[in-house]
Each structure stands twice: as structure tokens, then as C-alpha cells.
């Protein structure tokens, strides 16, 4: 995917069947990374507590980075690189580790999120995850199955909740968000996880770049019936779409299909209450709970 994102060829989709070893090759990239931080760690002489110690860190967690089980921050990366005078062995390895910490299917779409001028979402099952709070994110990687493993929910969290740095950038992406009104009647986590989730919703909807709009379930007409997808336009004008299903998803950049994504979304925004009045259905569903 992060292919697609870079050299804007028409289709990428990965699959369960292709994601096995794409998945294999980002746990080999995150073990070679820990693998030279204890080398480095060794060399300058330091106990895994004090190195911890150092970076603010236990001397567990120092474990769980060297074994390869735990994937680090580029900030962490960066501090290690500076306790151990590493000179830059270890943040060479920033980018590599920070895309493997996204599922394989997901990562050229988060290559795209940091080059983005413009992000279109439209969701018909959760809240976007550009959108979720911690505790609705651990809600839904908890129900997982297969189940995952409390280290894997673990490191998705933290790689969903990095992504939402992308409120805060400079120069500021046009953020548009439509989401149906049964996603936010979904009580997943229980009510004070959803109390949670709405009133972050009102929060950020308050930004300047950013629109929330509600798809009501009495609207007769939808022109998001396909499913859930989201447009991306880069920095260079080039547009990509986004979609993902079960354990499959595409990155499409044909000119002709994102064009028509584009005018879906706009369909559906016009078709959904405008961003005052989904505040409004929002602090309406917050007095219901």
C-alpha cells in the first residue's frame, strides 16, 4: 500500500491472504529494531532499569522493545537514540517501525494521512478512528475476533491515538466527517464510554477544519448505501480512495473512480444535517443516555 500512496498506481488491495507475510516482515523490522537497541544499550554499559529509567520507561517495557513484543514512539526512538549517543543508528529506523505498528492493510492509508491536504470520511459502523477516544477504541479492539493480544490492543491504541495529531497540524487539512446515526446509538463499551465519545465529538467538531455531520435514520435517501470509504487528496493534488471491509481493503488512485468518489460524498453530505444541526442531534443523544 505504502507503494500506492507514493507512486499513485491505480489499485492495491492486501488481503488475508497476502497479509500473513506483510505482517511477518513488519515484526521483522520491529525485532531487528529492538535487537540494535540492546546492542547499543550493551555498548554504552547500561542496565536495562537505568536505561529505562532514562528514556521514562520500566525496565519490562525496555524488555518488551528489545524482545521485539512492543512497538516504540518516534519520540521514543528518538530519546533511546540520545541516552544511548547512537549518532542516528536508531532513528534511521523511525519510519520503518512507526508504519509497523499499523495493520498491514492500513498502512499506506497512514502514509497518506501525514501527506494529506484533505481527508472525505463517510462511516456506516463506528465512529472513524481519526474520531475515537481511548477508551471506545479499546472498546472495539477488546470484541476483536479472533481475539487479540492485550500487547497488540496495546500498540494499536497508541499508533490510533498518534494519528490524531493530524487536529493539530499546521497548515491545518480540511476534515470532513459524515457518519450514520446508528453508529453513535451503538452502545459498544457501555453508556459512559459512549457519554464519552459524543461529548468528544462536540469537542472536536468545534474545530475550525473540521466538519461532523449526521446521516439521521429517517433520511430516505443515502447515496453512501455502498459502504463506508473515505477520499484523500495529497499535498500534489493527486486523489486517492480509500475503503476497507472484513480483513480486506483497497487504495485506489484512479483518476476517474476518486473523481466519482469525490461527487458520492458530496451527495451524502448534502443529504445529511448540516454540522449545526448534527451539534445539536449529537447534545440530543446525550441527554437520552
Given at each position: 500500500m505504502t507503494e500506492v500512496a507514493r507512486e499513485g498506481a491505480d489499485t492495491v488491495v492486501a488481503d488475508d491472504a497476502g497479509q500473513a507475510?506483510?505482517?511477518?516482515?513488519?515484526?521483522?523490522?520491529?525485532?531487528?529494531?529492538?535487537?540494535?537497541?540492546?546492542?547499543?544499550r550493551v555498548r554504552a554499559g547500561l542496565e536495562r532499569e537505568e536505561f529505562g529509567r532514562r528514556i521514562g520507561y520500566s525496565a519490562s517495557t525496555v524488555a518488551s522493545y528489545e524482545q521485539g513484543r512492543r512497538i516504540p514512539s518516534p519520540r521514543t526512538i528518538e530519546r533511546a537514540d540520545e541516552v544511548l549517543d547512537a549518532g542516528g543508528l536508531l532513528t534511521v529506523?523511525?519510519?520503518?517501525?512507526?508504519?509497523?505498528?499499523?495493520?498491514?492493510?492500513?498502512?499506506?492509508?497512514?502514509?497518506l494521512?501525514?501527506?494529506?491536504?484533505?481527508?472525505?470520511?463517510?462511516?456506516?459502523?463506528?465512529?472513524?478512528?481519526l474520531l475515537q477516544t481511548e477508551e471506545y477504541m479499546r472498546s472495539l479492539l477488546g470484541m476483536r475476533r479472533p481475539t487479540l493480544t492485550q500487547e497488540t490492543i496495546d500498540q494499536r491504541v497508541t499508533a490510533r491515538l498518534a494519528r490524531q495529531d493530524i487536529f493539530d497540524r499546521q497548515p491545518a487539512p480540511l476534515l470532513g466527517?459524515?457518519?450514520?446515526?446508528?453508529?453513535?446509538?451503538?452502545?459498544?463499551g457501555g453508556k459512559g464510554v459512549l457519554r464519552g465519545q459524543l461529548e468528544y465529538l462536540l469537542l472536536i467538531g468545534q474545530k475550525r477544519n473540521v466538519e461532523i455531520q449526521i446521516m439521521p435514520l429517517d433520511c430516505e435517501d443515502n447515496a453512501g448505501v455502498n459502504g463506508p470509504f473515505t477520499v484523500v487528496t495529497r499535498r500534489d493534488g493527486n486523489r486517492f480512495v480509500y475503503s476497507e471491509a472484513h480483513a480486506i481493503s483497497s487504495l485506489e488512485a484512479d483518476p476517474e473512480q476518486t473523481v466519482l468518489a469525490a461527487a458520492r460524498y458530496g451527495i451524502i453530505r448534502s443529504q445529511a444535517l448540516s454540522p449545526r444541526e448534527s451539534s445539536q442531534f449529537i447534545e440530543k443523544l446525550l441527554g437520552e443516555l
Open positions: 507475510t506483510a505482517d511477518t516482515s513488519g515484526q521483522a523490522v520491529v525485532v531487528a529494531f529492538g535487537q540494535t537497541m540492546k546492542t547499543l529506523w523511525k519510519e520503518q517501525v512507526e508504519r509497523a505498528q499499523y495493520p498491514v492493510r492500513f498502512q499506506g492509508m497512514a502514509t494521512e501525514k501527506e494529506c491536504i484533505e481527508l472525505l470520511m463517510y462511516d456506516a459502523l463506528i465512529v472513524n478512528g466527517f459524515v457518519m450514520t446515526e446508528a453508529v453513535l446509538r451503538q452502545r459498544y
